[in-house]
């Protein structure tokens, strides 16, 4: 008996297996390729509707807020029962009925990673507000704190912001045009409903409006902490704005050149430097009468 035609052929090391000779020994098909016909899922339709209000704090104010005109609400099973005494509270506005959604669907209307917590709308802008407005409201005030945001970029601390100036009653915020993040987003979630009760300005120029506000009465402090005089010091009242800049950067020179004066927070430790939102804050409690 020949043993030699029964013996398979022996592969050398590090040889790779033709796998065309061997199909049809095995019977099937080699590890890494898939029939052509193998059904596959199809995919899934796109979402229709847009947003640019969400969570569940922005939605109520804004839904709430006369001054808003609202489009569309985009809300969860779960997230209804508990919007229906906002719902009941707005009934005499003029707002559009819910349209369930499920939440994965609104995953994929508002992006991946966004915090909806499943309640979204399309919200029109509120009107406009400037600078002058301010100056009009605090004409026949003893006190009226303003806030003045130099390139504060970050819509996480803008809106951290926002929240602070409502809690300690600043009339009003000022941020600069083309450097600002818009009173949507992640910007209006964070401020958790603050865009409707503190009016924000844009100004193109902060070093102009500065000027224009400090012969209008108001009292520019900015906070940097290269300012020799502590926040705490600073006398009360009066007409004030307070100006903050970027994080890391601090206020632009020619910007901290047109405040009245530079105060600092009186921190201590081995980290001396506050977060420009946990900053506002301190300085807002500071100066509030």
């Given at each position: 008996?020949?043993?030699?035609?029964?013996?398979?052929?022996?592969?050398r090391p590090g040889q790779k297996k033709d796998w065309k000779k061997d199909q049809g020994s095995r019977g099937g098909k080699p590890r890494g390729q898939f029939r052509k016909d193998y059904p596959r899922r199809a995919p899934r339709p796109p979402v229709e509707g847009r947003a640019n209000l969400w969570g569940t704090h922005a939605v109520s104010e804004a839904w709430l807020n006369p001054a808003r005109q609202i489009a569309a609400l985009y809300i969860t099973d779960v997230m209804l029962k508990n919007f229906e005494p906002t719902l009941a509270q707005g009934k005499e506005l003029k707002r559009p009925s819910p349209k369930i959604m499920d939440r994965k669907d609104m995953d994929r209307m508002l992006g991946e990673g966004v915090v909806h917590q499943g309640i979204a709308i399309d919200a029109k802008p509120l009107d406009e507000v400037f600078v002058q407005d301010f100056i009009a409201r605090a004409a026949n005030l003893d006190h009226a704190l303003l806030l003045m945001l130099d390139q504060v970029t970050d819509p996480h601390n803008a809106g951290a912001i926002l929240r602070s100036a409502s809690a300690f009653g600043a009339a009003g915020v000022i941020m600069q045009r083309r450097h600002s993040p818009e009173l949507t987003g992640v910007l209006a979630k964070t401020a958790s409903g603050a865009i409707e009760h503190v009016p924000v300005a844009y100004e193109i120029n902060l070093s102009d409006t500065l000027d224009y506000?400090?012969?209008k009465g108001f009292y520019a402090i900015g906070l940097d902490e290269r300012g020799e005089t502590a926040i705490g010091a600073i006398k009360k009242g009066g007409k004030t704005v307070l100006?903050?800049?970027a994080e890391g950067k601090g206020l632009r020179p020619k910007?901290?050149?047109?405040?009245?004066?530079?105060a600092r927070l009186p921190t201590q430790g081995p980290i001396n430097s506050l977060n420009v939102s946990n900053a506002a804050a301190v300085a807002l409690y500071a100066l509030s009468k």
């Open positions: 008996m020949n043993m030699s035609n029964d013996k398979k052929p022996e592969r506000l400090k012969n100006v903050l800049g910007v901290a050149e047109h405040c009245d004066t530079l």
